[in-house]
Protein backbone atom coordinates (compact mmCIF):
# COMPACT_ATOMS: atom_id res chain seq x y z
CA UNK A 1 0.00 0.00 0.00
CA UNK A 2 1.03 3.34 -1.08
CA UNK A 3 0.73 6.15 1.57
CA UNK A 4 1.37 9.40 0.14
CA UNK A 5 2.20 11.27 3.27
CA UNK A 6 4.72 8.77 4.18
CA UNK A 7 6.57 8.89 0.83
CA UNK A 8 6.17 12.83 0.50
CA UNK A 9 8.88 12.83 3.74
CA UNK A 10 10.87 11.31 1.96
CA UNK A 11 11.67 13.21 -1.01
CA UNK A 12 14.83 14.54 -1.45
CA UNK A 13 15.44 18.24 -1.36
CA UNK A 14 17.91 18.50 -4.57
CA UNK A 15 16.08 18.41 -8.59
CA UNK A 16 15.01 15.64 -10.36
CA UNK A 17 12.00 14.33 -12.08
CA UNK A 18 8.59 13.39 -10.38
CA UNK A 19 6.27 10.94 -11.88
CA UNK A 20 2.45 10.62 -11.34
CA UNK A 21 0.54 7.47 -11.54
CA UNK A 22 -2.89 6.29 -11.39
CA UNK A 23 -4.29 3.29 -9.98
CA UNK A 24 -3.85 1.19 -13.34
CA UNK A 25 -0.17 2.11 -13.21
CA UNK A 26 -0.80 4.79 -16.19
CA UNK A 27 1.62 7.52 -16.11
CA UNK A 28 -0.47 10.71 -16.31
CA UNK A 29 1.80 13.87 -15.55
CA UNK A 30 5.35 14.28 -15.89
CA UNK A 31 7.09 17.12 -14.13
CA UNK A 32 10.54 18.82 -13.28
CA UNK A 33 11.81 20.08 -10.05
CA UNK A 34 14.51 22.51 -8.40
CA UNK A 35 13.72 21.26 -5.43
CA UNK A 36 11.90 17.86 -5.27
CA UNK A 37 10.71 17.83 -1.33
CA UNK A 38 8.93 21.14 -2.12
CA UNK A 39 7.44 20.91 -5.63
CA UNK A 40 5.63 17.66 -5.15
CA UNK A 41 4.40 18.27 -1.87
CA UNK A 42 2.59 21.14 -2.79
CA UNK A 43 0.30 18.62 -5.20
CA UNK A 44 -1.09 17.71 -1.94
CA UNK A 45 -1.47 21.17 -0.50
CA UNK A 46 -5.27 22.98 -0.32
CA UNK A 47 -4.97 26.02 -3.06
CA UNK A 48 -7.08 26.70 -5.89
CA UNK A 49 -6.24 25.08 -8.70
CA UNK A 50 -7.60 24.63 -12.51
CA UNK A 51 -10.54 22.40 -12.77
CA UNK A 52 -7.94 20.05 -14.91
CA UNK A 53 -5.26 20.22 -12.18
CA UNK A 54 -7.56 19.12 -9.66
CA UNK A 55 -9.32 16.45 -11.64
CA UNK A 56 -5.20 14.77 -12.18
CA UNK A 57 -4.46 15.27 -8.32
CA UNK A 58 -8.06 13.39 -7.53
CA UNK A 59 -6.59 10.07 -10.04
CA UNK A 60 -2.78 10.25 -8.41
CA UNK A 61 -2.13 7.05 -6.47
CA UNK A 62 1.70 6.58 -6.57
CA UNK A 63 4.28 8.56 -7.62
CA UNK A 64 8.07 7.91 -8.08
CA UNK A 65 11.20 10.21 -8.56
CA UNK A 66 14.71 10.33 -10.08
CA UNK A 67 16.76 12.54 -8.77
CA UNK A 68 19.76 14.27 -10.82
CA UNK A 69 22.42 16.43 -10.44
CA UNK A 70 21.55 19.77 -11.86
CA UNK A 71 18.10 21.43 -13.26
CA UNK A 72 19.63 20.87 -16.87
CA UNK A 73 19.52 16.87 -16.62
CA UNK A 74 15.98 17.05 -14.98
CA UNK A 75 14.97 19.50 -17.98
CA UNK A 76 16.28 16.92 -20.38
CA UNK A 77 14.61 13.80 -18.73
CA UNK A 78 11.66 15.45 -18.28
CA UNK A 79 11.47 16.23 -21.93
CA UNK A 80 12.52 12.11 -22.94
CA UNK A 81 9.53 10.88 -20.56
CA UNK A 82 7.06 13.26 -21.69
CA UNK A 83 7.96 12.42 -25.45
CA UNK A 84 8.25 8.67 -24.58
CA UNK A 85 4.94 8.28 -22.72
CA UNK A 86 2.74 11.05 -23.70
CA UNK A 87 1.11 11.63 -20.30
CA UNK A 88 -2.19 12.29 -20.54
CA UNK A 89 -2.31 15.72 -18.12
CA UNK A 90 0.96 17.03 -19.61
CA UNK A 91 0.51 19.73 -22.28
CA UNK A 92 0.12 17.88 -25.97
CA UNK A 93 0.63 18.59 -29.05
CA UNK A 94 -2.84 17.36 -31.00
CA UNK A 95 -0.91 17.19 -34.21
CA UNK A 96 2.33 15.81 -35.03
CA UNK A 97 3.17 17.35 -38.41
CA UNK A 98 6.46 17.21 -40.64
CA UNK A 99 7.28 18.95 -43.28
CA UNK A 100 9.74 18.54 -46.31
CA UNK A 101 12.55 19.96 -47.35
CA UNK A 102 14.48 20.06 -50.48
CA UNK A 103 17.30 18.92 -50.26
CA UNK A 104 20.80 19.87 -52.69
CA UNK A 105 23.92 17.76 -52.28
CA UNK A 106 26.90 20.63 -53.29
CA UNK A 107 29.28 18.26 -51.66
CA UNK A 108 28.92 16.05 -54.19
CA UNK A 109 30.68 16.36 -57.74
CA UNK A 110 27.26 16.40 -59.73
CA UNK A 111 24.76 17.25 -56.88
CA UNK A 112 21.58 15.97 -56.91
CA UNK A 113 17.62 17.18 -55.82
CA UNK A 114 15.58 16.21 -54.08
CA UNK A 115 12.36 16.35 -51.65
CA UNK A 116 13.23 14.75 -48.34
CA UNK A 117 11.52 14.86 -44.63
CA UNK A 118 15.29 14.05 -43.20
CA UNK A 119 17.62 17.00 -41.95
CA UNK A 120 20.97 16.08 -40.96
CA UNK A 121 24.45 17.06 -40.82
CA UNK A 122 26.31 15.83 -44.33
CA UNK A 123 27.32 19.28 -45.84
CA UNK A 124 24.24 19.40 -48.36
CA UNK A 125 22.13 22.68 -48.49
CA UNK A 126 18.24 22.61 -47.08
CA UNK A 127 15.71 24.86 -47.79
CA UNK A 128 12.63 24.53 -46.40
CA UNK A 129 9.96 23.74 -44.45
CA UNK A 130 7.01 23.68 -47.08
CA UNK A 131 3.88 23.06 -46.31
CA UNK A 132 2.37 22.99 -49.68
CA UNK A 133 4.16 20.31 -51.12
CA UNK A 134 2.29 19.87 -54.58
CA UNK A 135 3.43 23.39 -55.73
CA UNK A 136 7.28 22.14 -54.34
CA UNK A 137 7.37 19.39 -56.81
CA UNK A 138 5.57 21.22 -59.39
CA UNK A 139 8.58 23.66 -58.74
CA UNK A 140 11.71 20.61 -58.84
CA UNK A 141 9.47 19.03 -61.82
CA UNK A 142 9.92 22.11 -63.71
CA UNK A 143 13.53 22.76 -63.20
CA UNK A 144 14.10 18.97 -64.19
CA UNK A 145 12.87 20.12 -67.65
CA UNK A 146 14.62 23.56 -67.24
CA UNK A 147 18.31 22.18 -66.40
CA UNK A 148 18.18 18.75 -66.11
CA UNK A 149 19.01 18.01 -62.86
CA UNK A 150 19.98 14.38 -61.38
CA UNK A 151 17.19 12.90 -59.18
CA UNK A 152 19.10 9.59 -58.79
CA UNK A 153 21.27 9.04 -55.54
CA UNK A 154 24.20 7.60 -57.06
CA UNK A 155 27.72 8.56 -56.31
CA UNK A 156 29.06 10.43 -59.39
CA UNK A 157 33.09 10.87 -58.91
CA UNK A 158 33.08 12.10 -62.96
CA UNK A 159 34.99 8.62 -63.84
CA UNK A 160 32.81 5.81 -64.05
CA UNK A 161 30.36 5.58 -67.11
CA UNK A 162 26.63 4.14 -66.68
CA UNK A 163 24.22 3.50 -69.28
CA UNK A 164 21.99 6.90 -69.43
CA UNK A 165 18.78 6.50 -67.59
CA UNK A 166 14.99 7.06 -69.09
CA UNK A 167 14.99 10.55 -67.50
CA UNK A 168 17.87 11.44 -70.29
CA UNK A 169 16.44 9.61 -73.14
CA UNK A 170 13.37 11.76 -72.44
CA UNK A 171 14.88 14.96 -72.17
CA UNK A 172 14.53 15.60 -68.60
CA UNK A 173 18.24 14.78 -67.09
CA UNK A 174 21.91 15.90 -68.42
CA UNK A 175 23.85 12.34 -68.08
CA UNK A 176 26.10 13.12 -65.59
CA UNK A 177 26.28 9.46 -65.04
CA UNK A 178 27.22 8.42 -68.79
CA UNK A 179 29.32 11.73 -69.11
CA UNK A 180 27.42 14.01 -71.27
CA UNK A 181 28.32 16.50 -69.38
CA UNK A 182 30.66 18.74 -68.08
CA UNK A 183 31.01 19.34 -64.34
CA UNK A 184 30.78 23.15 -64.95
CA UNK A 185 27.99 23.34 -67.47
CA UNK A 186 26.12 20.80 -64.85
CA UNK A 187 26.63 23.17 -61.90
CA UNK A 188 25.41 26.64 -63.59
CA UNK A 189 21.91 25.10 -63.67
CA UNK A 190 22.42 24.26 -60.00
CA UNK A 191 23.31 27.28 -58.88
CA UNK A 192 20.44 29.14 -60.75
CA UNK A 193 18.75 26.81 -58.76
CA UNK A 194 19.81 26.98 -55.56
CA UNK A 195 19.98 30.97 -56.36
CA UNK A 196 16.08 30.59 -56.55
CA UNK A 197 15.50 28.81 -53.17
CA UNK A 198 17.45 31.48 -51.54
CA UNK A 199 15.36 34.28 -53.24
CA UNK A 200 16.51 35.40 -56.35
CA UNK A 201 14.27 34.14 -59.01
CA UNK A 202 15.69 36.52 -61.84
CA UNK A 203 17.90 34.07 -63.74
CA UNK A 204 15.06 31.55 -63.50
CA UNK A 205 12.21 33.82 -65.16
CA UNK A 206 14.33 35.21 -67.78
CA UNK A 207 15.27 31.26 -69.06
CA UNK A 208 11.56 30.61 -68.93
CA UNK A 209 10.64 33.53 -70.79
CA UNK A 210 13.53 33.33 -73.40
CA UNK A 211 11.90 29.59 -73.76
CA UNK A 212 8.81 30.86 -74.08
CA UNK A 213 9.24 33.12 -76.45
CA UNK A 214 10.96 30.97 -78.71
CA UNK A 215 8.98 28.27 -78.52
CA UNK A 216 6.08 30.97 -79.81
CA UNK A 217 7.97 31.97 -82.53
CA UNK A 218 8.20 28.41 -83.65
CA UNK A 219 4.36 27.74 -83.50
CA UNK A 220 4.55 25.26 -80.74
CA UNK A 221 2.10 27.01 -78.94
CA UNK A 222 1.28 24.15 -76.49
CA UNK A 223 4.86 24.25 -75.59
CA UNK A 224 4.85 27.65 -75.13
CA UNK A 225 1.99 27.54 -72.59
CA UNK A 226 3.68 24.82 -70.38
CA UNK A 227 6.34 27.28 -69.93
CA UNK A 228 3.97 30.10 -69.14
CA UNK A 229 2.09 27.91 -66.85
CA UNK A 230 5.92 27.43 -65.06
CA UNK A 231 6.42 31.45 -64.98
CA UNK A 232 3.20 31.27 -63.29
CA UNK A 233 4.48 28.78 -60.88
CA UNK A 234 7.34 30.78 -59.86
CA UNK A 235 5.56 33.81 -59.81
CA UNK A 236 3.21 32.27 -56.90
CA UNK A 237 5.97 31.01 -55.26
CA UNK A 238 7.79 33.82 -54.84
CA UNK A 239 4.32 35.38 -53.20
CA UNK A 240 4.55 33.13 -50.48
CA UNK A 241 7.89 34.02 -49.56
CA UNK A 242 7.00 37.79 -49.22
CA UNK A 243 6.52 38.21 -45.97
CA UNK A 244 10.40 39.25 -44.91
CA UNK A 245 12.47 39.89 -41.69
CA UNK A 246 15.30 42.20 -41.33
CA UNK A 247 17.96 39.98 -42.62
CA UNK A 248 18.24 36.81 -44.39
CA UNK A 249 18.52 34.66 -41.14
CA UNK A 250 16.71 31.20 -40.51
CA UNK A 251 14.53 31.63 -37.87
CA UNK A 252 10.59 30.46 -36.75
CA UNK A 253 8.34 33.00 -35.39
CA UNK A 254 6.17 31.57 -32.54
CA UNK A 255 2.46 33.19 -32.17
CA UNK A 256 0.25 31.84 -28.68
CA UNK A 257 -3.70 32.59 -28.57
CA UNK A 258 -5.71 31.62 -25.49
CA UNK A 259 -9.16 30.38 -24.02
CA UNK A 260 -10.59 28.06 -21.26
CA UNK A 261 -7.25 25.93 -21.50
CA UNK A 262 -7.25 25.74 -24.82
CA UNK A 263 -4.69 26.89 -27.01
CA UNK A 264 -3.98 27.94 -30.86
CA UNK A 265 -0.06 28.63 -31.33
CA UNK A 266 0.77 29.87 -35.07
CA UNK A 267 4.20 29.28 -36.35
CA UNK A 268 5.79 31.28 -39.19
CA UNK A 269 8.78 29.56 -40.97
CA UNK A 270 11.65 31.92 -42.03
CA UNK A 271 14.22 31.03 -44.16
CA UNK A 272 16.95 33.20 -45.40
CA UNK A 273 14.82 35.87 -44.67
CA UNK A 274 11.73 34.71 -46.31
CA UNK A 275 8.75 33.33 -44.99
CA UNK A 276 8.58 29.67 -46.49
CA UNK A 277 5.12 28.07 -44.44
CA UNK A 278 3.09 28.59 -41.74
CA UNK A 279 1.09 25.75 -39.51
CA UNK A 280 -0.77 26.15 -36.83
CA UNK A 281 -1.35 23.73 -33.63
CA UNK A 282 -3.94 23.51 -31.03
CA UNK A 283 -2.89 22.67 -27.49
CA UNK A 284 -4.35 20.90 -24.42
CA UNK A 285 -3.49 22.98 -21.58
CA UNK A 286 -2.80 22.17 -18.25
CA UNK A 287 -2.80 25.93 -17.07
CA UNK A 288 -4.07 29.22 -18.11
CA UNK A 289 -0.65 31.35 -18.26
CA UNK A 290 -0.09 31.77 -21.69
CA UNK A 291 3.73 32.16 -20.67
CA UNK A 292 3.77 28.42 -19.36
CA UNK A 293 2.13 27.08 -21.83
CA UNK A 294 4.43 28.38 -24.69
CA UNK A 295 7.33 26.98 -22.72
CA UNK A 296 6.07 23.42 -22.81
CA UNK A 297 5.05 23.48 -26.79
CA UNK A 298 8.40 25.14 -27.46
CA UNK A 299 9.82 21.77 -25.51
CA UNK A 300 7.85 19.27 -27.29
CA UNK A 301 7.85 21.26 -30.67
CA UNK A 302 12.05 21.28 -30.83
CA UNK A 303 12.62 18.25 -28.77
CA UNK A 304 10.90 16.21 -31.63
CA UNK A 305 12.69 18.15 -34.32
CA UNK A 306 15.95 17.80 -36.27
CA UNK A 307 15.71 21.38 -37.52
CA UNK A 308 15.85 24.12 -35.19
CA UNK A 309 16.41 27.77 -36.55
CA UNK A 310 19.24 29.78 -34.59
CA UNK A 311 16.55 32.01 -33.78
CA UNK A 312 13.37 31.83 -32.35
CA UNK A 313 10.90 34.55 -31.80
CA UNK A 314 8.23 34.63 -28.68
CA UNK A 315 5.10 36.53 -28.27
CA UNK A 316 5.38 35.76 -24.86
CA UNK A 317 8.66 35.88 -22.65
CA UNK A 318 8.77 32.09 -21.10
CA UNK A 319 10.27 31.89 -17.60
CA UNK A 320 12.43 28.88 -18.31
CA UNK A 321 14.13 30.83 -21.61
CA UNK A 322 17.83 30.28 -21.04
CA UNK A 323 17.35 27.18 -19.89
CA UNK A 324 16.12 25.81 -23.08
CA UNK A 325 18.57 28.17 -24.98
CA UNK A 326 21.21 26.21 -23.20
CA UNK A 327 19.17 23.08 -24.33
CA UNK A 328 18.65 23.25 -27.85
CA UNK A 329 22.25 25.11 -28.45
CA UNK A 330 23.71 21.39 -26.93
CA UNK A 331 21.26 19.58 -29.20
CA UNK A 332 22.60 21.41 -32.42
CA UNK A 333 26.15 22.56 -31.55
CA UNK A 334 25.18 26.06 -33.02
CA UNK A 335 24.23 29.04 -30.49
CA UNK A 336 20.50 28.69 -30.62
CA UNK A 337 18.11 32.09 -29.23
CA UNK A 338 14.96 32.53 -28.08
CA UNK A 339 13.62 36.18 -27.91
CA UNK A 340 10.92 37.76 -27.55
CA UNK A 341 10.94 41.28 -29.33
CA UNK A 342 9.43 44.31 -28.54
CA UNK A 343 10.16 46.49 -31.17
CA UNK A 344 11.15 46.82 -35.01
CA UNK A 345 10.14 44.02 -37.86
CA UNK A 346 10.68 41.51 -35.49
CA UNK A 347 8.16 42.53 -33.14
CA UNK A 348 5.71 43.09 -36.21
CA UNK A 349 6.45 39.52 -37.17
CA UNK A 350 5.24 38.27 -33.43
CA UNK A 351 2.19 40.29 -33.83
CA UNK A 352 1.14 38.89 -37.39
CA UNK A 353 1.54 35.40 -35.62
CA UNK A 354 -0.41 36.31 -32.52
CA UNK A 355 -3.21 37.69 -34.56
CA UNK A 356 -3.55 34.46 -36.93
CA UNK A 357 -3.69 32.48 -34.11
CA UNK A 358 -6.29 34.61 -32.26
CA UNK A 359 -8.34 34.67 -35.66
CA UNK A 360 -8.40 30.64 -35.67
CA UNK A 361 -9.43 30.70 -31.79
CA UNK A 362 -12.21 32.87 -32.52
CA UNK A 363 -13.38 31.31 -35.75
CA UNK A 364 -12.08 28.11 -36.04
CA UNK A 365 -12.19 26.35 -32.61
CA UNK A 366 -15.44 24.24 -33.49
CA UNK A 367 -13.64 23.00 -36.40
CA UNK A 368 -10.70 22.22 -34.94
CA UNK A 369 -12.06 20.64 -32.06
CA UNK A 370 -14.26 18.35 -34.46
CA UNK A 371 -11.35 17.66 -36.08
CA UNK A 372 -9.82 16.61 -32.92
CA UNK A 373 -13.22 14.65 -32.57
CA UNK A 374 -12.28 12.69 -35.37
CA UNK A 375 -9.20 12.13 -34.87
CA UNK A 376 -7.30 11.88 -31.30
CA UNK A 377 -11.00 11.79 -29.87
CA UNK A 378 -11.56 8.77 -32.41
CA UNK A 379 -8.79 6.95 -30.94
CA UNK A 380 -9.56 7.33 -27.43
CA UNK A 381 -13.05 5.80 -28.35
CA UNK A 382 -10.97 2.99 -30.64
CA UNK A 383 -8.90 1.72 -27.03
CA UNK A 384 -11.87 2.39 -24.80
CA UNK A 385 -14.06 0.01 -27.14
CA UNK A 386 -10.98 -2.62 -27.36
CA UNK A 387 -10.33 -2.47 -23.46
CA UNK A 388 -6.68 -1.00 -24.50
CA UNK A 389 -4.31 1.92 -23.94
CA UNK A 390 -5.40 4.81 -26.68
CA UNK A 391 -3.66 3.04 -29.47
CA UNK A 392 -1.52 6.33 -30.54
CA UNK A 393 -0.01 4.38 -33.09
CA UNK A 394 -1.75 2.48 -35.34
CA UNK A 395 -0.59 0.62 -38.60
CA UNK A 396 -2.99 -1.74 -41.45
CA UNK A 397 -1.97 -4.05 -44.24
CA UNK A 398 -2.96 -4.96 -46.92
CA UNK A 399 -2.21 -6.88 -50.22
CA UNK A 400 -2.83 -6.92 -54.08
CA UNK A 401 -2.62 -8.54 -56.84
CA UNK A 402 -4.02 -9.67 -60.18
CA UNK A 403 -4.84 -13.40 -60.08
CA UNK A 404 -1.68 -13.81 -58.17
CA UNK A 405 0.39 -11.39 -60.91
CA UNK A 406 2.96 -8.38 -59.27
CA UNK A 407 1.60 -9.62 -56.00
CA UNK A 408 2.43 -6.29 -53.52
CA UNK A 409 1.68 -5.38 -49.88
CA UNK A 410 0.87 -2.16 -48.09
CA UNK A 411 1.49 -0.79 -44.78
CA UNK A 412 -0.47 2.55 -43.78
CA UNK A 413 0.55 4.49 -40.49
CA UNK A 414 -1.59 6.27 -38.08
CA UNK A 415 -0.64 8.12 -35.70
CA UNK A 416 -2.63 10.26 -33.22
CA UNK A 417 -5.77 9.43 -35.76
CA UNK A 418 -3.93 11.37 -38.61
CA UNK A 419 -2.12 9.45 -41.54
CA UNK A 420 1.71 9.41 -41.22
CA UNK A 421 2.53 8.99 -44.80
CA UNK A 422 6.37 9.52 -44.27
CA UNK A 423 6.25 6.32 -42.75
CA UNK A 424 3.55 4.08 -45.27
CA UNK A 425 5.59 1.36 -46.79
CA UNK A 426 5.25 -0.71 -49.99
CA UNK A 427 5.65 -4.67 -49.86
CA UNK A 428 6.94 -6.81 -53.58
CA UNK A 429 6.21 -9.92 -52.27
CA UNK A 430 9.15 -12.10 -53.08
CA UNK A 431 8.41 -15.48 -51.47
CA UNK A 432 4.62 -16.48 -52.74
CA UNK A 433 3.97 -18.01 -55.82
CA UNK A 434 -0.24 -17.45 -57.40
CA UNK A 435 -2.49 -15.46 -55.68
CA UNK A 436 -2.18 -16.59 -51.93
CA UNK A 437 -3.05 -12.93 -49.62
CA UNK A 438 -2.78 -15.44 -46.53
CA UNK A 439 0.68 -16.68 -47.38
CA UNK A 440 1.35 -12.95 -48.49
CA UNK A 441 0.35 -11.20 -45.37
CA UNK A 442 2.82 -13.19 -43.48
CA UNK A 443 5.72 -12.55 -45.74
CA UNK A 444 4.74 -8.53 -45.43
CA UNK A 445 4.39 -8.60 -41.28
CA UNK A 446 7.10 -10.78 -41.19
CA UNK A 447 9.25 -8.58 -42.80
CA UNK A 448 7.88 -5.75 -41.10
CA UNK A 449 8.47 -7.24 -37.46
CA UNK A 450 11.87 -8.73 -38.08
CA UNK A 451 13.28 -4.97 -39.01
CA UNK A 452 13.90 -2.51 -36.68
CA UNK A 453 15.73 0.04 -39.36
CA UNK A 454 14.60 1.40 -42.41
CA UNK A 455 11.49 3.34 -40.78
CA UNK A 456 10.49 0.34 -38.92
CA UNK A 457 11.69 1.76 -35.07
CA UNK A 458 8.37 2.56 -33.75
CA UNK A 459 6.23 -0.57 -32.54
CA UNK A 460 2.44 0.05 -33.48
CA UNK A 461 0.16 0.21 -30.50
CA UNK A 462 -2.93 -1.45 -32.38
CA UNK A 463 -2.40 -3.22 -35.99
CA UNK A 464 -5.54 -3.40 -38.14
CA UNK A 465 -6.02 -6.54 -40.71
CA UNK A 466 -8.64 -6.09 -43.08
CA UNK A 467 -10.22 -9.62 -42.31
CA UNK A 468 -11.61 -11.94 -38.96
CA UNK A 469 -9.98 -14.26 -37.47
CA UNK A 470 -7.66 -15.84 -40.23
CA UNK A 471 -6.34 -12.82 -40.88
CA UNK A 472 -5.74 -11.80 -37.04
CA UNK A 473 -4.35 -15.34 -35.97
CA UNK A 474 -1.66 -15.37 -38.66
CA UNK A 475 -0.30 -11.90 -37.54
CA UNK A 476 -0.38 -12.82 -34.17
CA UNK A 477 1.70 -15.99 -34.93
CA UNK A 478 4.38 -14.19 -36.66
CA UNK A 479 4.23 -11.17 -34.02
CA UNK A 480 5.05 -14.01 -31.29
CA UNK A 481 7.49 -15.67 -33.47
CA UNK A 482 9.44 -11.87 -33.46
CA UNK A 483 9.11 -11.94 -29.85
CA UNK A 484 6.74 -8.36 -29.48
CA UNK A 485 3.63 -8.35 -27.78
CA UNK A 486 1.04 -6.43 -29.60
CA UNK A 487 -2.48 -5.90 -29.79
CA UNK A 488 -4.15 -6.98 -33.56
CA UNK A 489 -7.74 -6.81 -34.49
CA UNK A 490 -9.47 -7.53 -37.66
CA UNK A 491 -12.59 -6.08 -39.20
CA UNK A 492 -15.17 -8.67 -40.29
CA UNK A 493 -17.27 -8.37 -42.86
CA UNK A 494 -20.67 -9.16 -43.60
CA UNK A 495 -22.37 -10.61 -46.49
CA UNK A 496 -22.16 -7.31 -48.77
CA UNK A 497 -18.25 -6.57 -47.50
CA UNK A 498 -19.29 -4.20 -45.03
CA UNK A 499 -17.62 -4.19 -41.56
CA UNK A 500 -19.95 -5.87 -39.21
CA UNK A 501 -17.86 -5.99 -36.26
CA UNK A 502 -14.00 -5.64 -35.04
CA UNK A 503 -12.27 -9.48 -33.80
CA UNK A 504 -10.49 -9.04 -31.03
CA UNK A 505 -9.03 -11.16 -28.64
CA UNK A 506 -11.00 -14.36 -29.83
CA UNK A 507 -13.95 -12.21 -30.11
CA UNK A 508 -16.45 -10.27 -32.23
CA UNK A 509 -17.04 -6.86 -30.59
CA UNK A 510 -20.18 -4.96 -32.31
CA UNK A 511 -19.73 -1.57 -33.81
CA UNK A 512 -21.37 1.88 -34.14
CA UNK A 513 -21.44 2.64 -37.46
CA UNK A 514 -22.35 6.41 -36.70
CA UNK A 515 -19.24 6.08 -34.42
CA UNK A 516 -16.42 8.50 -34.83
CA UNK A 517 -13.97 5.24 -34.18
CA UNK A 518 -15.81 3.31 -37.14
CA UNK A 519 -15.52 6.32 -39.52
CA UNK A 520 -11.61 6.65 -38.58
CA UNK A 521 -10.96 2.70 -39.02
CA UNK A 522 -13.05 2.94 -42.46
CA UNK A 523 -10.57 5.78 -43.41
CA UNK A 524 -7.36 3.89 -42.35
CA UNK A 525 -8.74 0.62 -44.62
CA UNK A 526 -9.83 2.83 -47.68
CA UNK A 527 -6.12 4.44 -47.37
CA UNK A 528 -4.33 1.03 -46.99
CA UNK A 529 -6.52 -0.53 -50.50
CA UNK A 530 -5.69 2.64 -52.11
CA UNK A 531 -1.77 2.71 -51.70
CA UNK A 532 -1.61 -1.09 -52.05
CA UNK A 533 -3.50 -1.03 -55.71
CA UNK A 534 -1.81 2.42 -56.39
CA UNK A 535 1.39 0.59 -56.15
CA UNK A 536 0.33 -2.86 -57.66
CA UNK A 537 -0.92 -0.55 -60.64
CA UNK A 538 2.50 0.98 -61.17
CA UNK A 539 4.29 -2.45 -60.84
CA UNK A 540 1.80 -3.76 -63.48
CA UNK A 541 2.26 -0.79 -66.16
CA UNK A 542 5.87 -1.19 -65.81
CA UNK A 543 5.68 -4.95 -66.87
CA UNK A 544 2.94 -4.37 -69.73
CA UNK A 545 5.25 -1.69 -70.75
CA UNK A 546 7.91 -3.75 -71.11
CA UNK A 547 6.20 -7.17 -72.12
CA UNK A 548 3.79 -5.14 -74.92
CA UNK A 549 6.26 -2.49 -76.62
CA UNK A 550 9.56 -4.88 -76.73
CA UNK A 551 7.35 -7.54 -78.47
CA UNK A 552 6.39 -5.29 -81.78
CA UNK A 553 8.72 -6.30 -84.37
CA UNK A 554 10.33 -3.11 -85.81
CA UNK A 555 10.40 -0.51 -82.63
CA UNK A 556 13.17 -0.23 -80.80
CA UNK A 557 14.18 0.99 -77.36
CA UNK A 558 14.64 4.50 -78.93
CA UNK A 559 10.64 4.03 -80.65
CA UNK A 560 9.90 2.50 -77.75
CA UNK A 561 10.53 5.93 -75.39
CA UNK A 562 9.44 8.31 -78.30
CA UNK A 563 6.23 6.47 -78.52
CA UNK A 564 5.66 6.47 -74.38
CA UNK A 565 6.52 10.46 -74.27
CA UNK A 566 4.46 11.02 -76.73
CA UNK A 567 1.14 9.33 -76.20
CA UNK A 568 1.71 8.87 -72.17
CA UNK A 569 0.08 5.47 -71.63
CA UNK A 570 -0.01 2.03 -73.15
CA UNK A 571 -4.20 2.53 -73.90
CA UNK A 572 -3.76 5.82 -76.00
CA UNK A 573 -0.86 4.14 -77.99
CA UNK A 574 -3.17 1.06 -78.72
CA UNK A 575 -6.16 3.00 -79.58
CA UNK A 576 -3.91 5.36 -81.81
CA UNK A 577 -4.93 5.36 -86.02
CA UNK A 578 -1.54 4.60 -88.07
CA UNK A 579 -1.74 8.51 -89.05
CA UNK A 580 -1.50 9.60 -85.45
CA UNK A 581 1.15 6.94 -84.79
CA UNK A 582 3.50 8.31 -87.33
CA UNK A 583 3.45 11.73 -85.59
CA UNK A 584 5.75 10.12 -82.59
CA UNK A 585 9.02 10.99 -82.96
CA UNK A 586 11.27 8.34 -85.06
CA UNK A 587 8.50 6.99 -86.54
CA UNK A 588 7.58 6.12 -90.12
CA UNK A 589 4.32 4.71 -91.95
CA UNK A 590 5.79 0.70 -92.00
CA UNK A 591 6.96 1.23 -87.84
CA UNK A 592 3.08 2.59 -87.20
CA UNK A 593 1.68 0.20 -89.01
CA UNK A 594 3.63 -2.61 -87.02
CA UNK A 595 2.29 -0.80 -83.62
CA UNK A 596 -1.40 -0.84 -85.36
CA UNK A 597 -1.07 -4.10 -86.42
CA UNK A 598 -0.01 -5.69 -82.89
CA UNK A 599 -2.41 -4.43 -80.84
CA UNK A 600 -5.54 -5.10 -83.30
CA UNK A 601 -4.10 -8.52 -83.64
CA UNK A 602 -6.62 -10.55 -81.21
CA UNK A 603 -4.35 -12.95 -79.64
CA UNK A 604 -2.23 -10.32 -78.86
CA UNK A 605 -5.27 -7.91 -77.28
CA UNK A 606 -4.82 -7.56 -73.53
CA UNK A 607 -8.00 -6.67 -71.34
Known amino acids: MFDIKEELKKLPDSPGVYIMHDKSDNIIYVGKAINLKRR ?71 PCIYLTRHHTRDKSKYYGPYTNVTAVREILKMFRKLYGY ?158 IPKEILLSEDIDEKDLISGWLSDRTGVKIKLITPVKGKKEKLVELAVENALNLLEKDMDKLKREAERTTGAAEELGRLLGIDTPVRMESYDISNTQGFESVGSMVVYENGKPKKSDYRRFRIKTVVGADDYASMREVLSRRFANTNAGFEKIPDLILMDGGRGQVNAALEIASQCGLDVNICGMVKDDHHRT ?81 LTQAPGMNKKAAEAVYAFFHNSENQTS
Not at 71 to 93: D, G, H, S, W
Not at 545 to 561: A, C, F, M, Y
Open 500 to 580: RGIYFENKEIPVDPSSEYFKLVTRIQDETHRFAIEYHKKLRSKAQVKSVLDDIEGIGSTRRINLIKHFETITAIKEAAVEE
Open 40 to 110: VSSYFQSKPRSPKIEKMISLIDHFEYIMVKSEMEAFVLECNLIKENRPKYNTMLMDDKTYPFVKVTINEKY
Open 150 to 307: RTCVKKLDGTKIDRPCLYYQVGECMGPCSGKVSEEEYRKGIDEIIRFFEGDSTEVKKNLKSKMLECSENLEFEKAAEYRDMLNNVEQLGQTQRVTASDDMNRDVIGIAMKEYKAIVQIFFIRQGRMVGREHYLVEAEDDSKSLVLSEFVKQFYGGTAV
